[in-house]
């Protein structure tokens, strides 16, 4: 028999994806204490200000000068999927839209024709330190898609599913299911224009979990094509085995795709964690630029030549790197007015 295992690749900085994604990172920085302006309560000196991904202390500015984060940058032509697991982020965009998530939640963002947006870390807590864990996902649009208009969509963790299985030694597994059905769970809609709304892609995003010892199956994939790749990013070793025994041991720090078309047996030695993204391919050419992906070199031309013209809509904040004050409270205001509140933290 085959093993389930099809492929391994050590995991860097930036995870490699499969069609119908494009890339994953997975960011974790213990940023100390803040201070008054939300950056962070400690001196920045030695650090690239402006691109700091060095993880000096264990933690980074990234392209932030004041606050850590990603203050304004354009993006075309596929979807951004941002899920924080510790830490608040505060979003702002050029169609004047506003959030502040962060702790179990999504943001899901369809950039299609353009549009500009900021992500930014704001370090609340000035008497003790401000962890913030989150995953970055871009994930395609198809050539139809690639020009709807931009739209954003809140994934509030209340909402979002969360299977939990308990093995014959009573250990437990957990999976939150950020996107794709599984043993019932269905979490929130995807945007509309996504490769992910369609039943047929099989796109699923999963954050699972293992005790110690525990032993999850993961069903086999809806589709005879779709293509799953697991990340383990927490952990020190992962059996993977179909039902007859076969497969193999994976390391931490390891990405591996999987035979998607049979139930796969997962087993872990200590307390690991893993991402889980599967689709089918949208199986069209790629071409990537920055902060663009559309089909064609051409394409790509067109993009910066219009984001030169109109700045995809111009940016309507005082300043690159919009914060939303001191106050946990998360919310969404959307660009049609509409506002979504969550109870403070």
Same mark, same amino acid.
């Given at each position: 028999?085959?093993?389930?295992?099809?492929?391994?690749?050590?995991?860097?900085?930036?995870?490699?994806?499969?069609?119908?994604?494009?890339?994953?990172?997975?960011?974790?920085?213990?940023?100390?204490?803040?201070?008054?302006?939300?950056?962070?309560?400690?001196?920045?000196?030695?650090?690239?200000?402006?691109?700091?991904?060095? =993880?000096?202390?264990?933690?980074?500015?990234?392209?932030?000068?004041?606050?850590?984060?990603?203050?304004?940058?354009?993006?075309?032509?596929?979807?951004?999927?941002?899920? %924080?697991?510790? +830490?608040?982020?505060?979003?702002?965009?050029?169609?004047?839209?506003?959030?502040?998530?962060?702790?179990?939640?999504?943001?899901?963002?369809?950039?299609?024709?353009?549009?500009?947006?900021?992500?930014?870390?704001?370090?609340?807590?000035?008497?003790?330190?401000?962890?913030?864990?989150?995953?970055? !996902?871009?994930?395609?649009?198809?050539?139809?898609?690639?020009? &709807?208009?931009?739209?954003?969509?809140?994934?509030?963790?209340?909402?979002?599913?969360?299977?939990?299985?308990?093995?014959?030694?009573?250990?437990?597994?957990?999976?939150?299911? !950020?996107?794709?059905?599984?043993?019932?769970?269905?979490?929130?809609?995807?945007?509309?224009?996504?490769?992910?709304?369609?039943?047929?892609?099989?796109?699923?995003?999963?954050?699972?979990?293992?005790?110690?010892?525990?032993?999850?199956?993961?069903?086999?994939?809806?589709?005879?094509?779709?293509?799953? %790749?697991?990340? &383990?990013?927490?952990?020190?070793?992962?059996? &993977?085995?179909?039902?007859? =025994?076969?497969?193999?041991?994976?390391?931490?720090?390891? +990405?591996?795709? %999987?035979?998607?078309?049979?139930?796969?047996?997962?087993?872990?030695?200590?307390?690991?964690?893993?991402?889980?993204?599967?689709?089918?391919?949208? =199986?069209?050419?790629?071409?990537?630029?920055?902060?663009?992906?559309?089909?064609?070199?051409?394409?790509?031309?067109?993009?910066?030549?219009?984001?030169?013209?109109?700045?995809?809509?111009?940016?309507?904040?005082?300043?690159?790197?919009?914060?939303?004050?001191?106050?946990?409270?998360?919310?969404?205001?959307?660009?049609?007015?509409? %506002?979504?509140?969550?109870?403070?933290?």
């Amino acid at each position: 028999m085959r093993s389930p295992v099809l492929q391994t690749v050590p995991l860097g900085f930036q995870w490699p994806a499969i069609d119908p994604f494009l890339f994953c990172v997975h960011h974790l920085d213990r940023y100390p204490a803040g201070n008054a302006d939300l950056g962070p309560m400690a001196p920045l000196d030695g650090r690239s200000i402006g691109s700091d991904f060095e =993880g000096i202390d264990g933690w980074r500015m990234y392209h932030g000068s004041t606050v850590p984060g990603f203050p304004v940058h354009p993006h075309r032509g596929f979807e951004t999927i941002t899920f %924080v697991r510790q +830490g608040l982020v505060d979003h702002a965009d050029s169609l004047g839209a506003t959030a502040r998530y962060g702790r179990g939640d999504v943001q899901w963002m369809t950039a299609g024709s353009g549009i500009q947006h900021a992500e930014m870390f704001p370090l609340l807590d000035q008497d003790a330190p401000n962890t913030t864990e989150l995953f970055q !996902i871009w994930i395609n649009l198809p050539a139809s898609e690639k020009m &709807v208009d931009p739209h954003f969509t809140m994934l509030w963790d209340r909402d979002i599913p969360n299977h939990v299985t308990t093995d014959s030694d009573g250990r437990t597994t957990n999976v939150t299911v !950020i996107a794709g059905t599984l043993a019932g769970h269905e979490p929130p809609s995807p945007p509309p224009n996504s490769w992910a709304s369609r039943p047929e892609a099989d796109v699923a995003i999963w954050h699972v979990t293992l005790d110690a010892g525990a032993t999850w199956e993961m069903p086999a994939a809806r589709t005879g094509d779709t293509v799953r %790749v697991l990340y &383990v990013f927490e952990g020190d070793r992962l059996d &993977v085995r179909d039902r007859d =025994g076969d497969g193999e041991t994976l390391g931490g720090t390891t +990405g591996a795709v %999987v035979d998607a078309q049979v139930p796969t047996r997962l087993t872990a030695s200590t307390h690991t964690e893993i991402l889980v993204m599967q689709g089918r391919p949208i =199986g069209e050419p790629v071409a990537q630029q920055g902060p663009f992906v559309m089909n064609t070199d051409a394409e790509i031309a067109q993009a910066f030549a219009d984001y030169r013209r109109t700045q995809f809509g111009g940016w309507p904040w005082d300043r690159a790197d919009p914060t939303h004050g001191t106050t946990p409270t998360r919310f969404a205001r959307h660009a049609d007015g509409r %506002v979504e509140e969550y109870a403070p933290v």
